[in-house]
């Protein structure tokens, strides 16, 4: 499976972005798919992320501001970020979880904001 990530850039403040994520190859059966992040210094942390059955969870930091959506027949998963803060500055990287525990994860897109 590859991951093909993009929309990253520079954004100020209060701007929006959208981070897409193509999935490809041997795609059979998804229990997740979503986005991470990794800030300077710090570890990677979950943004979002959809399950099977349905169900996202969502950062508490981005809860409100951060929508993830999906479109089935593309195999793409896609983060719409608003009202982006100077500490949502991070590499994203996309996930996918197959069955059987199988972990994919894309190259990572970097989102810088500016105050």
């Known amino acids: 499976v590859q991951l093909q990530a993009s929309g990253g850039g520079v954004i100020q403040a209060g701007g929006s972005l959208r981070l897409s994520c193509a999935a490809s190859?041997?795609?059979?059966?998804?229990?997740?798919m979503g986005w991470y992040r990794q800030a300077p210094g710090k570890q990677r942390e979950l943004v979002a992320l959809w399950r099977s059955g349905g169900s996202v969870n969502y950062a508490d930091s981005v809860k409100g501001r951060f929508i993830i959506s999906r479109d089935n027949a593309k195999n793409t998963v896609y983060l719409q970020m608003n009202s982006l803060k100077p500490e949502d500055t991070a590499v994203y990287y996309c996930?996918?979880?197959?069955?059987?525990?199988?972990?994919?994860w894309g190259q990572g897109t970097l989102v810088t904001v500016s105050s």
């Open positions: 996930y996918v979880n197959q069955a059987l525990g199988s972990v994919y």
């Open positions: 190859g041997r795609i059979f059966s998804l229990n997740a």
